[in-house]
């Protein structure tokens, strides 16, 4: 897991992609976005067709964050699907079970269990990293 989060780390094109952007990774429908107004409001007229949803923030400011890499694995910690570049929101239909999300920014790694499909509808998960010092200023 760890050397495939460290390609995921390095594996962004430098490319700037048109968002929301959506897609299947492996056999999982994705969107993900959410840097403008448009944006947001689009991801936010797709929200009820995804059963997991994972903000990405800065601790403290709130601020968001782009460039995250993001791995999701099963039960059985076999991968289900990675992501090199995505955020600040990324919406997941995953299959009902419990998976480990695990997602990297700068080098630094954020892990979470999650169980998705019980009944009460989806799941909302916000990972947060420590901001810079400017930001604490």
């Known amino acids: 897991m760890a050397v495939l989060l460290a390609l995921l780390c390095g594996a962004g094109t430098g490319a700037t992609q048109e968002r929301p ?3 299947t990774a492996g056999q999982v429908p994705y969107a993900t976005g959410g840097i403008g107004q448009e944006e947001r409001e689009a991801l936010e007229a797709m929200r ?3 059963n997991l949803r994972l903000t990405f ?3 403290g ?3 968001l964050l782009a460039n995250v890499a993001l791995a999701i694995t099963d039960g059985r910690r076999g991968p289900v699907m990675t992501l090199d570049d995505c955020g ?3 919406y997941v239909k995953l299959p009902p079970g419990s998976y480990t999300i695990t997602a990297v920014v700068d080098g630094v790694e954020q ?3 999650v ?3 019980r009944p009460g509808g989806a799941r909302e998960l916000v990972l947060y990293w420590p901001g810079t010092d400017t930001e604490r200023a």
């Open 115 to 117: 169980t998705v499909g």
């Open 57 to 59: 923030a800065t601790r």
């Open 61 to 63: 400011s709130g601020a």
């Open 48 to 50: 009820d067709q995804y």
């Open 111 to 113: 892990r979470r269990r």
């Open 88 to 90: 600040p929101h990324v």
């Open 21 to 23: 952007l959506t897609g």
